[in-house]
């Protein structure tokens, strides 16, 4: 089955600086890579999600990659803010399956 | 608008004992889940719907079954608890089969 490494598990940034979190997936007919963000004491919330027909994608300050060949990809946040502060789950899964499977989550947090 | 409601927030059984957990959504979506989130180890799928009378197996449906009778909820029962089962429970709906996107705000659950 699919297995999803996420790095690093904790990460802490400067207000205004950029996070990087990096995830690597096995199995290489993963088509469908979503994002998550978890605040404390929530469920995860869907932040942006990729396919594998796509390499980059945007919504205002955070973005995500895709490297099919090296089987990963990555969550940018540019100008972090205290707000982003959470804990950051990364997925994979292929279409006929309908399971995700995650990444054991990234604890962002950001230092005002 | 209430989204994804879970309940209880907070219980703790005896080993043995049985309980069901229950996630109503409002959204008139088609799929469901039921995940485990334990320390470490992101979230994994226990069984899940894609519809109204059905239900199937995820990643990890031993001791657990789940039941669909309407459209808009979706129950989890753990018909002898065990301390392996201690954990968060979030439950997920979706209107695409292969992404949950809106999740309730957990129960926790720790069986002593």
């Known amino acids: 089955g699919e297995n999803v490494e996420q790095h690093p598990s904790t990460l802490s940034v400067q207000e205004g600086d950029s996070a990087v979190i990096k995830c690597t997936y096995s199995?290489?007919?993963?088509?469908?890579f979503p994002w998550y963000k978890q605040e404390l004491g929530k469920g995860p919330q869907l932040i942006i999600d990729i396919r594998s027909n796509v390499g980059e994608k945007k919504d205002q300050r955070i973005a995500v990659t895709l490297n099919k060949t090296a089987k990963h990809f990555s969550l940018h946040i540019t100008e972090t803010q205290p707000e982003d502060s959470a804990v950051y789950f990364c997925a994979a899964s292929f279409a006929a399956g309908n399971m995700l499977t995650f990444g054991g989550g990234t604890r962002l947090m950001v230092k005002p | 608008n209430a989204g994804v409601t879970q309940t209880p927030k907070f219980r703790v059984l005896k080993t043995g004992q049985s309980m069901t957990l229950l996630c109503a959504q409002d959204m008139n979506h088609e799929y469901m889940y039921w995940y485990r989130q334990d320390p470490g180890m992101g979230l994994r799928l226990i069984h899940y719907s894609v519809g109204e009378g059905t239900t199937a197996k995820g990643e990890v449906p031993d001791g657990y079954n789940v039941s669909r009778l309407k459209k808009q909820n979706f129950l989890l029962g753990l018909e002898s608890a065990a301390p392996s089962q201690t954990s968060v429970y979030f439950c997920?709906?979706?209107?695409?089969?292969?992404?949950?996107?809106?999740f309730g705000d957990g129960t926790r659950l720790s069986i002593l």
């Open positions: 997920a709906s979706s209107d695409k089969r292969d992404v949950p996107q809106h």
């Open positions: 199995d290489s007919a993963s088509n469908y």
